[in-house]
């Protein structure tokens, strides 16, 4: 289903220029255009992960980019993401899910998506933190779901699980850049 997928701790790899789109596209929510890592646990340690200059979508009906639990240090760079294929099934509502630890989101443009742009999630305790959000570029125009943020951080802490966001990040549509909660800083 997923059309480029680390895992077994696979570490260190890169996807640079690349196009994916179409994959998962019989409506389950399935089918991430790029997966790291493996849900369910903490074992799988693919880390160092970079994924630079790529277009992701339309047509993916999972997330764009996947983070699991279990993975440190990706870094997702300059890629354009469009998440028209998003179909709301098995909580495939953003372009970027994070789970892993450190990741770097820098410098992406997205549309189109049915809730978010990006959302960090602490799936397994200690995971999906020290995140760092960095002049993305979000336009959330016609998503419909529940939060609307152009970066959804949903487990917030400033001293377990923190997260930075630039003022350089922008959106245009949704509810705003982040949740009320969460800092911005410059």
Wanted: with cysteine; hydrophobic share 25%; glycine share 16%.
């Amino acid at each position: 289903m997923e059309r480029v997928h680390w895992r077994t701790s696979s570490s260190d790899g890169s996807i640079k220029n690349s196009t994916i789109r179409n994959t998962g596209t019989n409506g389950r929510g399935m089918g991430e255009g790029i997966y790291v890592g493996s849900a369910g646990g903490t074992s799988d340690r693919s880390d160092n992960i970079l994924i630079e200059n790529n277009t992701l979508g339309p047509g993916i009906g999972g997330e764009n980019i996947d983070i699991k639990e279990g993975t440190t240090g990706a870094r997702i760079i300059g890629n354009t993401f469009d998440g028209g294929g998003l179909t709301g099934a098995n909580y495939d509502d953003s372009w970027v899910d994070i789970n892993g630890n450190d990741v770097l989101v820098e410098n992406n443009v997205g549309k189109r998506t049915t809730n978010d742009g990006y959302q960090t999630h602490e799936v397994q305790d200690g995971w999906g933190c020290r995140a760092t959000f960095r002049g993305n570029r979000s336009d959330l125009t016609g998503s419909t779901g529940p939060d609307r943020y152009a970066i959804n951080v949903t487990n917030y802490d400033a001293r377990s699980c923190p997260v930075t966001i630039t003022r350089d990040n922008t959106v245009s549509g949704g509810r705003g850049l982040t949740n009320p909660d969460v800092p911005v800083r410059d």
